[in-house]
C-alpha cells in the first residue's frame, strides 16, 4: 500500500506546464537529462507541500472510517493502508516504549503525518515538506468530527457508512502551496532591462524604416529603367552626406524630350523627391516613343494628323495634310536618324477630307420635330455644330472656299400656308440656336422653308416617315 505512493502525480496547476518561458525550457532540459519526465522536475520545482491523501482510522479496531484524496492522485488500497500503519503505531507503543505513538513517517520523498483524536486519528501522507500549521488544521478538523459524531463513536460496530458525514471536514484538510516562480527583480535591473528593450525597439524600427526605403528605391530605379530617354548608370543612397542625411543619387543619361518624371515617381512611392540628387549627361535615344516625339517636334503635323512609327520604324502619318507639309517630311525623313521610311496612304488631302467627307456627312443629318411645333432643344444641335465649325476650319486652314449651308424646313401632311410659314419657322430657330448658342456666323448660314412640297419621304407611309418629313434637313451649296 505504501509503494502507491511512489507513483507518478501529475501537478494540479496545468498552465505550468504548457508556459513557454527561459524557465520552462530549462526545467525541460534537467528533466531530459536527469530521464525524468516533465511533471516531476516542475512539481519538485515549484511544489512546498501537498496533501495528497487524508484517513481517518479507528483507535481500538484500526479499521479505516474515512478517506479523501487529491486531484490527480491515484487510488491507494485504502483498507491495507490504515492496518499497516495502525501496525506499525502499536509496534511503537510496544516496543519502543511511546506513549503516543508514531505521528509522523517518512518514505521514498512523502511524509505521512499523524495527528491522534480521542477516538480516532488522521494519517495525511503529505508531498514535500509539511509546515507545523498542518497539525493544527488536522486537529480543527478532529475536534469538529469527534464532536459531530460521537453517538457513532459510542456506538461503532464496525460500520463505517455512519462517518460519511466526517467527510466533509476532512477535504477542509486537503491543503496545499506553492513556490512561487515569479522572480523579484531590483528597479536598476528593471531599468537595464527597458533600456534594453527600448534600444532593440530602436534598432528594429531603424532596420524597418532602412529595408522599406530601400524597396521602395528598388522600385523608384526600376520605374526609371523602364521610362523611355533613359539610361541609369548609377544609383545609390548616401545615409550621411555633406548634403544631407539620407540623399538619394541619380546618374545617367537623358533624351532631352524625355519626360520629367523623377520627381512624380518618387512621390508615387513615398519618397521625398527634395532629398534626391540628379545628374544627366544629353544623349540621343531612338526609342519609339522618344523617336516619335522627336519627329512630332520637327516635322509640327497639322492638327487633323496623327504620326505613329511601325513596328520597322517607318513613319506613317494618318489623317488630313495638305502637300506642302508632305513635302518637307518628304525632304527631311531620308537624313533624321531612327526612321526608316514614310508611308503616306494613309494621309487625305484637305479637299478630300472636305469635299468627299466632312460635306456628305454633314448632309446626313437633320433635327426633327413634334407635330405643328417649330422650337427645339438647343442640346439636340451640339453634333451638327461640331461638324460645321469643322468643316470652316479647314476651309480657313487651307484657304479653301467656305461653303454656304442651307438649312431645308420641312412639315408633314398637305401642303398649305400654314405648313409653308411652319416649315420657314423650323429653319430659322435651328439658325438662331447654331448662331446664339454655338457661335456660327450667320452669314454663312441660309434658310428655306418647303413646307410639305418637297417630302424627304413620300407621305402616308408611317409613322417614320411622318416623323422624317417633320424636319430641318441640311444642303451644302
Known amino acids: 500500500a505504501l509503494r502507491a505512493l511512489g507513483e507518478t502525480n501529475r501537478p494540479e496547476h496545468e498552465q505550468y506546464r504548457s508556459f513557454f518561458s527561459i524557465k520552462g525550457l530549462k526545467w525541460r532540459w534537467e528533466a531530459f537529462r536527469q530521464g525524468r519526465s516533465f511533471d516531476e522536475v516542475l512539481l519538485a520545482k515549484t511544489l512546498l ?49 511511546r506513549k503516543e505513538g508514531l505521528s509522523t513517517l517518512e518514505y521514498e520523498g512523502f511524509t505521512i503525518v499523524m495527528e491522534d483524536g480521542p477516538k480516532a486519528f488522521i494519517a495525511a501522507v503529505v508531498k514535500g515538506h509539511p509546515p507545523e ?34 467527510k466533509q471536514y476532512l477535504e477542509t484538510c486537503l491543503d496545499a502551496s506553492y513556490r512561487s516562480t515569479r522572480q523579484i527583480v531590483s528597479p536598476a535591473k528593471m531599468e537595464l532591462a527597458l533600456k534594453w528593450v527600448a534600444f532593440f525597439l530602436l534598432l528594429s524600427a531603424i532596420a524597418y524604416l532602412i529595408a522599406y526605403d530601400s524597396t521602395r528605391w528598388s522600385r523608384f530605379i526600376l520605374e526609371m529603367r ?38 512624380k515617381n518618387m512621390i508615387g512611392l513615398g519618397l521625398n523627391p527634395a532629398r534626391l540628387d540628379v545628374d544627366w549627361t544629353p544623349f540621343t535615344s531612338l526609342e519609339k516613343p522618344i523617336l516619335l516625339r522627336r519627329l512630332e517636334k520637327r516635322l509640327n503635323p497639322p492638327l487633323r494628323l496623327k504620326l505613329r512609327l511601325t513596328d520597322d520604324l517607318v513613319l506613317q502619318p494618318i489623317g488630313v495634310a495638305n502637300a506642302t507639309w508632305v513635302n518637307k517630311a518628304q525632304m527631311i525623313l531620308p537624313a533624321f536618324d531612327g526612321v526608316n521610311g514614310l508611308d503616306t496612304q494613309y494621309i487625305s488631302s484637305p479637299e478630300q477630307y472636305l ?85 456660327i456666323p450667320a452669314n454663312r448660314l441660309s434658310t428655306i422653308g418647303y413646307g410639305s412640297s418637297r417630302p424627304v419621304k413620300p407621305f402616308y407611309t408611317g409613322q417614320d416617315t411622318d416623323q422624317a418629313n417633320r424636319s430641318v434637313t441640311i444642303a451644302v451649296r
Request: a negative charge.
Open 226 to 263: 523602364r521610362t523611355p530617354g533613359y539610361m541609369i548608370t548609377e544609383a545609390d543612397k548616401d545615409w550621411f552626406s555633406a548634403s544631407g542625411l539620407g540623399r538619394y543619387r541619380l546618374r545617367g543619361i537623358k533624351d532631352p524630350l524625355a519626360a520629367d518624371v523623377a520627381a
Open 133 to 166: 500549521s498542518l497539525r493544527t488544521l488536522f486537529q480543527e478538523a478532529l475536534e469538529n468530527i469527534h464532536f459531530e459524531q460521537q453517538l457513532a463513536f459510542r456506538s461503532f460496530n464496525g460500520d463505517t457508512a455512519v462517518f460519511e458525514p466526517s
Open 49 to 97: 507541500y501537498r496533501v495528497e491523501h487524508l484517513f481517518l482510522i479507528h483507535h481500538e479496531s484500526g479499521l479505516l472510517l474515512q478517506e479523501v484524496r487529491a486531484n490527480n492522485v491515484p487510488v491507494m488500497e485504502a483498507d491495507m493502508f490504515s492496518g499497516m500503519l495502525t501496525a506499525l503505531r502499536d509496534f511503537a507503543k510496544d516496543s519502543l516504549g
Open 355 to 439: 469635299y468627299q467627307y466632312m460635306l456628305p456627312e454633314l448632309s446626313k443629318g437633320g433635327v426633327f420635330f413634334d407635330w405643328g411645333k417649330s422650337l427645339l432643344s438647343p442640346f439636340m444641335l451640339g453634333a451638327t455644330a461640331a461638324k460645321i465649325k469643322e468643316i470652316f476650319e479647314v476651309a480657313k486652314e487651307n484657304k479653301l472656299p467656305y461653303p454656304t449651308i442651307i438649312l431645308e424646313g420641312r412639315t408633314d401632311g398637305p401642303h398649305s400656308t400654314t405648313n409653308q410659314l411652319l416649315s420657314v419657322q423650323r429653319a430659322e430657330s435651328v439658325k438662331k440656336i447654331l448662331v446664339e448658342q454655338y457661335q
